[in-house]
């Protein structure tokens, strides 16, 4: 059995069993713009290739573990387990302006330990499939089309370092653009990462449409490694090296993830250093409240306060540089970023899976 989403087999299928090519854009049709979930109702298909179709491919691997809505219902978010148990997030942030926007897994676990992060104690698991990233989609359009609603943007944010997963990011973010597909804008799709330097140069050439994001989170190599390994790799000269390199290939803004933590990331000469290191460049920066959230105060970490993330601001204003501050939608539900895996059910089922938790 394989993916409905798996193209290339899909038409070696239709071509094994003397059908023409051209049936792949029906097939393509019913699940993309049709919804249709269940192949054999797909009219528009001769009564054998339904058949063929229903014997040979899936419709969508996960499966819902449990799913939660915030009060306001502007956050539902999904935790789904892959078919081989393994468990992934997707939540559905709806925005005031009517915009729709999806953040999705890209691995399950991740192998970054950024030390804020809850996703990161629990260690790479595996890779996603890209088709396993387009199930986490096509789960977000049915639930959004209940609601008449329709989901515009997708972001690379939720479980997982997207770029070391790029064969299978990739993959999803064509099948996400393709016009005969999902047919999203490349423009609304941000793929975030905390900083690999080279596959930022390759993203910048294969998708100079879509949106970078980097987890930046401190202006200095030393302030930087203490809650960022990937800094031992790639320290902040390397990093920005390859940013600059993404925007001369693709002239777009980059935006710049820095999470506020008392104590650790909100000392105020570091708004001056973060000043300094991005004057001049087609830059944006969000400034994201630490939310601590169960399993990711054990480094003790509290949130900053307002008064000095509005100081950051300024500083960065006094550079010209333009920054917003993240409203961090679905705390209460343990979504908002950073708190996408440690809770009592997460532990359980990874230990079920016979993985050890670092606490
Ligand atoms: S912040 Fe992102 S890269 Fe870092 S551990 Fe968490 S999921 Fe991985």
Redesign the pocket.
Known sequence: MFSIHDEKKIISLLEENGHKKFRYAQIENAIYKNLITDFSTIETLPKDIRDILTENCFYNSLTLHSEKTDPEGQTTKFLFKTSDNKMIEAVIMRHLSGRNTLCVSSQAG?????S?????KLGLIRNLESHEIIDQIMWAVHHLAIEDKKLRNIVYMG???PLLNYIEVSDSIHIACNQKKLDLSNRRITV?T?GIAPRIIDFARDFPQVSLAI?LHAPNDEARKKI?P?ENTYPIDVLMDAINEYVRITNKRVFYEYIMINGVTDRLEYATQLGELLKGKLAHVNFIPYNPGEGTDSNGYLPTTKIIIKKFQNTLDQYGIPSTIRHTMGDDIDAAC?Q?ALKEEWISLAEEQGRSIKK
């Open positions: 991740c192998p970054m330990a950024c804020f992060c809850a996703t990161g479980m997982g370092e975030s905390c987890s960022m990937v950073g996408l």
